[in-house]
């Protein structure tokens, strides 16, 4: 999970870059390395929530052009973002 915070001069673009970079993201899940699961927005901030089958699959994902064109949005941001990583309990792995 990934929390950020835009600058309000930003709101807009902010959420479309984010948007953007969802959308690119979705289209991993044919081949299930990548699982997009939610993406909340409120006025300011985001809660971002990606889940990968593998740390391989992370590694991948942060290797792409679409990866590295959100992480342009860092000025785009208020505050650093917050990365909290979390590990499966359940349901099992072997079912996702």
């Not at 709101?11 to 899940?29: C, I, M, P």
């Not at 990866?67 to 979390?86: F, I, P, S």
């Amino acid at each position: 999970m990934v929390y950020v915070h835009a600058k309000s001069q930003f709101l807009d673009a902010f959420k479309q870059a984010t948007l953007e970079n969802a959308e690119k993201v979705s289209r991993n899940l044919a081949s299930r390395a990548l699982m997009w699961f939610n993406r909340r927005m409120t006025q300011r901030a985001s809660s971002l929530i990606e889940v990968y089958k593998t740390a391989d699959a992370l590694a991948a994902h942060k290797a792409t052009a679409h990866y590295e064109t959100w992480r342009l949005c860092r000025g785009m941001m208020g505050d650093a973002r917050q990365a909290v990583r979390y590990h499966n309990l359940f349901p099992e792995d072997a079912v996702w």
